[in-house]
């Protein structure tokens, strides 16, 4: 599935200090999501968004509620959860942070208003990518978290194009974090994504899609998803009080 080997809890990986969790979800959710959002009426959703893309359109909010936040909201607590098993969430990351005191309080039975926290989805659409070349710039999310969904993959998906103009990771996602500099790892490629492949990362991690060249004419279509990670009780760090005796996350 993926290119580099990198540390890993569960099912998140960590090439460098970001998490990326990696996950996979039923056929039968990736049909519904493209029958949905290949419906005519959709809203275009490209007005707004960096990529260069044949077509991208918004999936309704009745629609996520109902197919997709369910399923969708318990791979976010799972990502959370390793995130916070390798020691990447503490008091310097309050959104997360809190939403893992919120869950951990809850389990032991203790007062959670003052540290009322919920993950919600504030967008979704889909990405209709065609050869040509389409691609997605580098670019990071207005979010918390991000999400990628693999919904349809051309055969050949990142082999070398015998065009005019070849190159390597032809239609992949990566990521990019830091310098290059020697022994670190600053870029990322999900070498050998499969259809249902879920990833999420942090919002404001860089990534970007290859020009997408494909000499069969077949599609690449994923779905974007963002999280908001809110509470009651995150504020800026100078501001913030901590009761250390309230549990913390593992």
């Known amino acids: 599935m993926m ?22 979800l039923e056929e039968q959710l990736v049909q519904d999501i493209l029958e949905h959002a290949r419906q005519e009426q959709r809203d275009d959703a490209k007005k707004g968004l960096v990529g260069q893309l044949a077509r991208e359109v918004w999936l309704t909010s009745e629609f996520v509620k109902e197919k997709l936040e369910k399923v969708l909201l318990w791979n976010v607590e799972q990502y959370l959860e390793e995130c916070s098993a390798a020691g990447r969430i503490g008091p310097s990351t309050p959104f997360a942070y809190n939403v893992m005191r919120h869950r951990q309080m809850k389990e032991q039975g203790l007062d959670t208003s003052p540290a009322n926290a919920e993950c919600r989805i504030t967008s979704a ?12 710039p580098p670019h990071v999310h207005n979010s918390d978290l991000s999400s990628v969904l693999y919904l349809e993959l051309p055969d050949k998906m990142g082999s070398l194009y015998s065009g005019e103009t070849p190159w390597q990771n032809n239609g992949l996602t990566t990521f990019l974090c830091g310098n290059a500099a020697p022994f670190s790892c600053s870029e990322f490629v999900i070498g050998k994504p499969v259809t249902g492949l879920l990833l999420i990362f942090p919002a404001n991690l860089v990534h970007f899609v290859m020009p997408f060249m494909n000499e069969s004419g077949e599609h690449r279509t994923t779905a974007s998803i963002n999280f908001q990670l809110s509470s009651e009780t995150t504020v800026p760090p100078w501001r913030r009080n901590y009761d250390w005796e309230l549990p913390h996350p593992r």
Not at 3 to 24: D, E, H, S
Not at 125 to 136: A, I, L, Q
């Open 3 to 24: 290119q580099q080997k990198a540390a890993a809890v569960g099912n998140t990986i960590f090439p460098f200090g970001p998490g990326i969790y990696a996950n996979r």
């Open 125 to 136: 659409w889909v990405n209709f990518t065609k050869p040509g070349p389409d691609f997605n």
